[in-house]
C-alpha cells in the first residue's frame, strides 16, 4: 500500500531513537559489567568479578530484597486505593465523572521533587502530622520514625504510583459492558457474586497492568529514599547511584543495573503472557 | 384493576395470570416513557411488546427484569408483588438483545452460570447443561468461548442460559435484530417451536411487525409509552381498534368519512353502518379487501366504485395495485392475474370497512 521509500522514511527517526538511546546505552552498560576498575581507570579485561561480587557481599542482595519488599509494599497498596476509586468512578458516578478523573491525575502534573519535598513537611519531627498529634494530645514530643524509615519511602511513593494504578484499571472497569453486569444479576448472581465472577475476572488486564506499572516504577527509585528514606531504606537504585557516581565503580554498578533490568523484563514479559491469556475479546 | 392499596397486598392475580402489570409508569426525569400501563400475561403465552423505537417497549421488560424501577404502579407474579424485589432474586430470565455472554467462560460454563451462583446441588448442573446445549444443538461447542460464535450461535447460547434456570418467564430483548433475514426466519421457527414444547411463558419485544405477527399468541402494540391495543395477531388485523394500530400492523387504506343517520360518506362512497354516532370518522380498510367488482361472487350490497389503475407491483402470488379514485390514493391487492391498465370497477364489503380511532 505505501511506497518502500515511505516506509523507510517514516521508520527512521524511532529506528534512530532506539539506535541511539536505548540499544547503543544498553550494549555499553552490558560491556561495563564485564570490565573492571584498575588503579582509579576503567580496564577493558573480560571477567565476572562484578557479579561474583553482588552474590558475595550480602549488602547487595539485602538491599535487592528490601528494594523489592518496598515495591511490594507501594504495589499492593496502590491497588487497594486505586481499585476500589476506580470501581466506585465507573460504576457509581455519573455527573462529573470527567472533573473526578482529572482530580485522580493532576498530582501527575506536579514535579515528583515537590510532592517529595510535600512528604518530607509533613512526616518531619517539626511537621504538620507530629504537630497536628500533639495539638490533638495523642503524642507529647515528635515521633521520629515517620521520617526516614522504609515506612515513609512506601507511603510516598504509594501516593506517587497510585494513579498510574488508577488509569489501567479504571478503562478496564470502564470497557466491561454494562449488560453482562445486568445478565449477572438477571441469571441470579447479587452484587457479591457478580462482582467476584465477572467484574473482578474482567478487571484483571488492567490490574496487572497498574500492578506492573507500580512494581516496576517503584523497584528502580532512588529519589524516595534520598527524600524521606533515610540510611535504613536505601534502595537497590541508590546503590547503582553512587557507584556510578563518588563510589566510581561503573563495572560494579552495571552488573547491578544488568541483573535490575533482568528482573523487569522478566516481570514485564510474564505480565504480558497474563494479559493475552486475559483479555478475551 | 383498581384494587386499594389494602386489597391488593393480599389478592393474587386473577384469571390465573402469571404476570400483572398493575397501572405502571415510568419517568426519567421529565420525560414519561411509560404511562398507565397495565397487562396481563397468562402462564404459557407468548406475548410481544410491539411497538417503534422510543415506543418505550424495552423500558417495560427492563422493569419486569428489575434493572428498572417503575416511577408508579406495581408488577405482580404468580399473586407475589414483583417489582420490589432486586433482579437477582426475580424467577424471570433475559436473552439480552446483543446476547450478553460472558467473554470470560466457556459456552458450557456461560449455561451452568445461574445454576452456579444459586443454590443448585453441584451434581445436577452438568446434566442441565448438556440437557440445554442439546435443546439449541450447540453440543459440540460446549468448550468453546463465545467469541468464537457466530451471532446465531451466541443466540442460542443466550437462549440456553436463560432457559436451563427454567424461569418462569422468559424476557426476550429483540434477540433476533442482529441477525441476518435467512437466519432470523429460522431462528423464528426455532422460538416457537421451543416455546411450544416447553411451555415457558415468553414475554417478547420487537419493532419488527412480521416477526411479531408471526411469532405471537398476542400482540401488545405500544406507542409513544402508552398500548395502543393488545389483542391476537388476527383479531388486531382484523379489527384495528386505531388508526396507527392499522397501519403498524399489515397495510391499510383509510378513509376519514362523514357519518349521518346511519351512512358513511367518503366523496362519491357511501355505505350503511351501525351503531356510530354523526360526525366524523375513519375507516381501515385492508388492500386485499378491495377487488375487481366483477370478482365478486355475490354482488348485493358491495360498494362499488371506478378508480384508475396507477401502479403495479408484481409479487409472485399477488399484485399489488396503486388506485386513484377521485385524487385519493387506495391500495389494492389482488391475486395474480397480468398486466391491468386504465379504468375498472372495484368494491369491497362495507363489513371490512373497520371503524378506528384517530389519535
Known amino acids: 500500500m505505501f511506497s518502500r521509500s515511505y516506509k523507510v522514511f517514516i521508520s527512521l527517526p524511532p529506528l534512530l531513537w532506539v539506535t541511539l538511546f536505548l540499544l547503543i546505552p544498553y550494549a555499553l552498560m552490558f560491556a561495563h559489567s564485564f570490565w573492571l576498575v584498575r588503579d582509579g581507570v576503567i580496564s577493558r579485561e573480560w571477567n565476572l568479578h562484578n557479579y561474583a561480587k553482588l552474590f558475595q557481599n550480602p549488602v547487595y542482595l539485602e538491599v535487592l530484597f528490601r528494594s523489592i519488599g518496598i515495591a511490594a509494599g507501594v504495589t499492593l497498596l496502590s491497588l487497594l486505593l486505586g481499585y476500589p476509586l476506580a470501581y466506585y468512578m465507573s460504576f457509581h458516578v455519573s455527573a462529573r465523572k470527567d472533573l473526578l478523573y482529572q482530580l485522580v491525575i493532576v498530582p501527575l502534573w506536579v514535579s515528583y521533587l515537590v510532592r517529595g519535598y510535600a512528604w518530607k513537611t509533613i512526616l518531619g519531627s517539626q511537621g504538620v502530622l507530629n504537630g497536628f498529634l500533639e495539638y490533638l494530645h495523642i503524642t507529647n514530643e515528635p515521633v521520629s520514625f515517620f521520617l526516614y524509615s522504609p515506612f515513609a519511602v512506601v507511603l510516598m511513593l504509594t501516593h506517587i504510583y497510585t494513579p498510574f494504578v488508577f488509569l489501567p484499571l479504571y478503562a478496564s472497569l470502564e470497557h466491561i459492558p454494562r449488560n453482562l453486569i445486568e445478565a449477572s444479576h438477571d441469571l441470579g448472581a447479587g452484587p457479591r457474586k457478580t462482582f467476584l465472577r465477572i467484574i473482578l475476572p474482567l478487571s484483571l488486564p488492567g490490574l496487572l497492568a497498574g500492578a506492573t506499572f507500580a512494581f516496576v516504577l517503584a523497584l528502580g527509585d532512588f529519589l524516595a529514599p534520598l527524600l524521606v528514606g533515610g540510611p535504613s531504606s536505601i534502595m537497590i537504585a541508590n546503590i547503582v547511584q553512587s557507584l556510578f557516581g563518588t563510589a566510581y565503580d561503573w563495572p560494579l554498578g552495571a552488573a547491578i543495573s544488568v541483573c535490575i533490568l533482568l528482573i523487569t523484563v522478566t516481570l514485564l514479559f510474564l505480565a504480558e503472557r497474563l494479559e493475552k491469556r486475559w483479555s478475551f475479546r | ?359
Not at chain 2, 404502579?73 to 424485589?85: A, F, P, Q
Not at chain 2, 411463558?201 to 402494540?221: G, K, N, P
Request: hydrophobic residues 40%; positive net charge.
Open chain 2, 1 to 359: 384493576m383498581s384494587a386499594t392499596p389494602a386489597s391488593a397486598s393480599l389478592s393474587t392475580a386473577p384469571s390465573g395470570a402469571l404476570l400483572e402489570v398493575r397501572d405502571v409508569s415510568k419517568r426519567f426525569g421529565p420525560r414519561e416513557v411509560l404511562k398507565d400501563i397495565s397487562l396481563q400475561i397468562a402462564g404459557g403465552e407468548f406475548l410481544t411488546l410491539l411497538g417503534e423505537s422510543g415506543s418505550g417497549k424495552t423500558t417495560l421488560l427492563r422493569l419486569i427484569a428489575g434493572f428498572e424501577q417503575p416511577s408508579s404502579g406495581e408488577i405482580w407474579m404468580s399473586g407475589r408483588r414483583l417489582d420490589t424485589l432486586p433482579p437477582h432474586k426475580r424467577r424471570v430470565n433475559t436473552v439480552f438483545q446483543n446476547y450478553a455472554l460472558f467473554p470470560h467462560l466457556s459456552v458450557a460454563e456461560n449455561i451452568a452460570y445461574g445454576m452456579r451462583v444459586t443454590r443448585v446441588p453441584v451434581k445436577e448442573i452438568p446434566v442441565r447443561v448438556d440437557d440445554a446445549l442439546r435443546m439449541v444443538k450447540m453440543q459440540e461447542y460446549a468448550a468453546g468461548r463465545p467469541s468464537k460464535l457466530s451471532g446465531g450461535q451466541q443466540q442460542r447460547v443466550a437462549l440456553a442460559r436463560a432457559l436451563v434456570n427454567r424461569p418462569q418467564l422468559l424476557l426476550l430483548d429483540e434477540p433476533l435484530s442482529a441477525l441476518d433475514a435467512n437466519l432470523r426466519k429460522q431462528m423464528q421457527g426455532e422460538l416457537k417451536q421451543l416455546q411450544r414444547a416447553l411451555g415457558i411463558t415468553f414475554l417478547f419485544v420487537t419493532h419488527d411487525q412480521d416477526e411479531a405477527m408471526t411469532l405471537s399468541d398476542r400482540i401488545a402494540l405500544l406507542r409513544n409509552g402508552a398500548l395502543e391495543q393488545v389483542d391476537s395477531p388476527r383479531a388486531i388485523y382484523a379489527r384495528p381498534a386505531t388508526a396507527y394500530a392499522a397501519q403498524f400492523i399489515g397495510q391499510t387504506n383509510l378513509l376519514r368519512c362523514e357519518i349521518q343517520d346511519g351512512i358513511a360518506r367518503s366523496g362519491s362512497l357511501q355505505w350503511p353502518v351501525a351503531g356510530l354516532a354523526n360526525g366524523t370518522a375513519t375507516f381501515s380498510i385492508r388492500p386485499e379487501s378491495i377487488r375487481f367488482a366483477a370478482d365478486f361472487a355475490a354482488a348485493n350490497n358491495l360498494v362499488h366504485f371506478r378508480a384508475i389503475v396507477r401502479q403495479q407491483v408484481f409479487s409472485g402470488a399477488s399484485e399489488q395495485l396503486e388506485i386513484d379514485l377521485a385524487g385519493e390514493s387506495l391500495r389494492v391487492r389482488v391475486p395474480a392475474r397480468g398486466p391491468v391498465y386504465g379504468e375498472h370497477d372495484f368494491g369491497f364489503s362495507p363489513a371490512d370497512a373497520i371503524a378506528v380511532r384517530e389519535t
